[in-house]
T-cell receptor, first 114, second 112 residues
Framework: DADVTQTPRNRITKTGKRIMLECSQT?????MYWYRQDPGLGLQLIYY???????NKGEISDGYSVSRQAQAKFSLSLESAIPNQTALYFC?????????????FGPGTRLTVL | RKEVEQDPGPFNVPEGATVAFNCTYS??????FFWYRQDCRKEPKLLMS???SGNEDGRFTAQLNRASQYISLLIRDSKLSDSATYLC?????????????FGQGTELSVKP
């Protein structure tokens, strides 16, 4: 079984719709991250959370919100989706006690906003 | 200027070739360095960490030059299975911990 899972894996939605992407992990890590990846741009950090009570904005948080429901769950919401949010979204985790250096990624969610 | 910049690629090489990727970073406070590998439409995975003394893992050798803020990855005897995008990654440490900064990636295609 995968340690970091994301649902849905693919989603097509329309402009203006609210959508939630979910991430769960069984690694027991305290830190979780949301990234988006666009062709030729690499991974950009949207939000990150160092524990359940800690939420921080990343480089490109505008238009997104997150919720850390539990240590193992971190959700990303698009309140009103727009076409330029079409991208591949990855959730990741890391372990502070292990030095926080390696991040473990989920399989990604491919989101298309029409 | 991007904080982490890589060779644009793509690199198209024959099997058995040696290929080198370069990466520069702009933040001198960066403390940890990595190469991640990403297969097409898949998640990135850690390939290897990069140490100041240089480190080797089988056919892969990574080098770090802190003075020049330069990181490299050398792949010897390329295999078809090495075809992927290679991401240069820097850990920027700040008061609460580290945050990974990713380069845009360099695509490698190894041909028979």
């Amino acid at each position: 079984d995968a340690d970091v899972t994301q649902t849905p894996r693919n989603r097509i939605t329309k402009t203006g719709k609210r959508i939630m992407l979910e991430c769960s992990q069984t690694k027991g890590h305290d830190r979780m991250y949301w990234y988006r990846q666009d062709p030729g741009l690499g991974l950009q950090l949207i939000y990150y959370s160092f524990d359940v009570k800690d939420i921080n904005k990343g480089e490109i948080s505008d238009g997104y919100s997150v919720s850390r429901q539990a240590q193992a769950k971190f959700s990303l919401s698009l309140e009103s989706a727009i076409p330029n949010q079409t991208a591949l979204y990855f959730c990741a985790t890391s372990d502070f006690l292990a030095g926080d250096n390696e991040q473990f990624f989920g399989p990604g969610t491919r989101l298309t906003v029409l | 200027r991007k904080e982490v910049e890589q060779d644009p690629g793509p690199f198209n090489v024959p099997e058995g070739a040696t290929v080198a990727f370069n990466c520069t970073y702009s933040n001198s406070a960066s403390q940890s360095f990595f190469w991640y590998r990403q297969d097409c439409r898949k998640e990135p995975k850690l390939l290897m960490s990069v140490y100041s003394s240089g480190n080797e893992d089988g056919r892969f050798t990574a080098q770090l030059n802190r003075a020049s803020q330069y990181i490299s990855l050398l792949i010897r005897d390329s295999k078809l299975s090495d075809s992927a995008t290679y991401l240069c990654v820097v850990n920027r440490v700040y008061n609460q911990g580290g945050k990974l900064i990713f380069g845009q990636g360099t695509e490698l295609s190894v041909k028979p």
